[in-house]
Nanobody
Framework: QVQLVESGGGLVQAGGSLRLSCAAS????????MGWFRQAPTKEREFVAA????????YYADSVKGRFTISRDNAKNTMYLQMNSLKPEDTAVYYC????????????????????WGQGTQVTVSS
């Protein structure tokens, strides 16, 4: 049974930082592209970042480029999202997702590319 469990969310002031983690179990972690998505109230789920199996390629939404860093530790079956210079518009529930391929597809930014999802962790940025 595949499980993805996010942690590290919380309340932070604008300009602050948070580090999200996604612990994976029940799968061969290195066989999966991993991604982060987020969903704000009344908005659709949107792509944030993705990373392929060997950390050789990373991808970011324009809205977070230069502020967020995605990484993974394959020995720990864990993915991370370091979020710096947070803005109120970053407020959302953040989800981790796993896509059963080792290299990202050309449509890595589409939620329907991903096979498994976590339950999400709330990030709230106050102004």
């Amino acid at each position: 049974q595949v499980q993805l469990v996010e942690s590290g969310g919380g309340l932070v002031q604008a300009g602050g930082s948070l580090r999200l983690s996604c612990a994976a179990s029940g799968l061969t972690f290195t066989n999966y592209v991993m991604g982060w998505f987020r969903q704000a109230p009344t908005k659709e789920r949107e792509f944030v970042a993705a990373i392929n199996w060997n950390r050789g390629s990373t991808y970011y939404a324009d809205s977070v480029k230069g502020r967020f860093t995605i990484s993974r530790d394959n020995a720990k079956n864990t993915m991370y999202l370091q979020m710096n210079s947070l803005k109120p518009e970053d407020t959302a529930v953040y989800y981790c997702a796993a896509d059963q391929r080792i290299y990202t597809s050309p449509t890595y930014y589409r939620a329907n590319e991903y096979d498994y999802w976590g339950q999400g962790t709330q990030v709230t940025v106050s102004s």
